[in-house]
């Protein structure tokens, strides 16, 4: 095995668009990376405190996160390399679509299938960074990833995630198993329950 020291290569990684508002109501969209779940209904971001979507984030305390799918790649990869404290136009740009969150202060957009309407409980300056929690207070579903039933497809996302290693973007997609059941054999092996 060949080491490679102290780096964050872990894969897959998220690729997650966390929408805000500018103080001009403009949408502001920034691609992340580093952040996901971390409790039933939180999420936890961790971001650079000079991120203009910081300054959103404290102003208005509220933020939608959304999974992009692979048909707009190229305007979220956009989103991850410009700044809105550099480009406040960023979002205009794009060509996507937004509309106002009917629960929080912050941008839904219209081309990202599956989005949680968040807001921020609490920021963590931490020795590495800043995290930011925020409470999940509904999930917008676009009609066209629900299976027959009416729940949420993954395979239908078409979501993508980033290689941290080599700053690729991979499809995703393909269900291979069933959680909680693909390793249920070793239970009855081990003669355990």
């Known amino acids: 095995m060949k080491n490679f020291g102290s780096k964050p290569y ?3 990684m998220p ?11 403009t949408p502001d969209v920034m691609m992340m990376a580093w952040g996901g779940i ?8 961790n971001l650079e405190a000079d991120h203009k979507t910081v300054a959103n984030l ?5 933020f939608t996160l959304a999974v992009p799918g692979t048909d707009t790649l190229e305007a979220s990869d956009y989103f991850g390399i410009a700044t809105a404290n550099r480009t406040p136009d960023k979002f205009e740009r794009s060509g996507l679509h937004a509309k106002k969150s009917e629960r929080v202060d912050a941008p839904v957009i219209a081309e990202y ?10 920021f963590e300056e931490e020795p590495y960074g800043l995290r930011v929690l925020g409470k999940i207070v509904n999930v917008l579903a676009d009609e066209n990833i629900l299976d027959g039933a009416g729940k949420i497809d993954a395979g239908k996302l078409n979501a993508f995630v980033f290689d941290q290693m080599q ?3 991979y499809a995703v997609g393909q269900k291979i198993g069933s959680a909680w059941k693909s ?11």
């Open 113 to 122: 299938p599956l989005t949680l309407e968040c807001t921020v409980e609490k």
């Open 38 to 45: 971390c409790a039933e209904d939180m999420v936890a971001l």
């Open 58 to 62: 404290k102003r208005c305390m509220a």
């Open 15 to 25: 690729t997650y668009m966390i929408g805000t508002y500018n103080e001009d109501g």
């Open 10 to 12: 872990l894969f897959p």
């Open 183 to 193: 390793g249920a054999g070793f239970l009855k092996k081990n003669g355990t329950k």
């Open 167 to 169: 700053n690729g973007y």
